[in-house]
Nanobody
């Protein structure tokens, strides 16, 4: 059974950085687009970053210039480097295939607060 497991979240002060990691199947990591999503309490999930099979990336305006999505095929991981974090970035972060969702993982909590 394919599973998505997110990790790397935590509590960080505004302006700080975190690196999130998504463990996924080799086929999804290597041969599918992958994305990072986030969901704040009472809000819907939003796509914040995506990466295509060939490595082209797209970002939501709210995170552009601050977040970087990448993949590590050797480790079957999709990463999200988050810099210059803002309180508005506080959410549970998930990974998934933008084109054909798999079952959602538990996500990893990111809290940006002083």
């Amino acid at each position: 059974q394919v599973q998505l497991v997110e990790s790397g979240g935590g509590l960080v002060q505004p302006g700080g950085s975190l690196r999130l990691s998504c463990a996924a199947s080799e086929s999804d990591i290597s041969f599918n687009d992958m994305g990072w999503y986030r969901q704040a309490p009472g809000k819907g999930r939003e796509l914040v970053a995506s990466i295509t099979v060939l490595g082209r990336t797209n970002y939501a305006d709210a995170v552009k210039g601050r977040f970087t999505i990448s993949r590590d095929r050797a480790k079957n991981r999709v990463l999200l480097q988050m810099n210059s974090l803002k309180p508005e970035d506080t959410a549970v972060y998930y990974c998934n295939r933008p084109t054909n969702f798999r079952s959602w993982g538990q996500g990893t909590q990111v809290t940006v607060s002083s």
